[in-house]
């Protein structure tokens, strides 16, 4: 069985001007409609990471957070997950600080997150 496509593809292109409109599934397409392109417009990347963290309340906390407060540390990710009860992913982020000698951001923290959460590689 082939593994799900884990790309923009998975979400709809939006429309003009920003992208094709062309559906979930589907390529996005260039020239009018005339053209597949070989990449993916922006605007789909964009929708296509949004999805991606909204499916992780974890991650949508943390990204929040880092958005709000510039330069935010891990550690601080941490305490926030914990405070939120969020303990097995507050865990998973200390446990990578420790190997990295404390060299992580919170947005590195909230990808570890999130490549951990689609299925990747769990430190």
């Known amino acids: 069985m082939a593994e799900p496509d884990n790309s923009p593809r998975t ?22 409609g005339t053209r597949v392109r070989h990449n993916f417009h922006r605007a789909r990347s964009v929708a296509w990471n949004q999805a991606r963290i909204a499916q992780s309340a974890a991650v949508s906390l943390i990204q929040q957070a880092a958005t709000q407060r510039r330069g935010m540390h891990a550690k601080h990710a941490v305490e926030l997950l914990e405070q939120h009860g969020f303990v097995a992913e507050a865990a998973l982020i200390q446990r990578a600080v420790k190997e990295r000698n404390g060299l992580m951001s919170a947005k590195q923290a909230a990808a570890l997150l999130l490549e951990a959460a689609e299925g990747g590689e769990d430190r």
């Open 11 to 32: 979400v709809a292109c939006p429309p003009a001007p920003d992208g094709c409109g062309a559906p979930a599934g589907e390529p996005c397409m260039s020239h009018g």
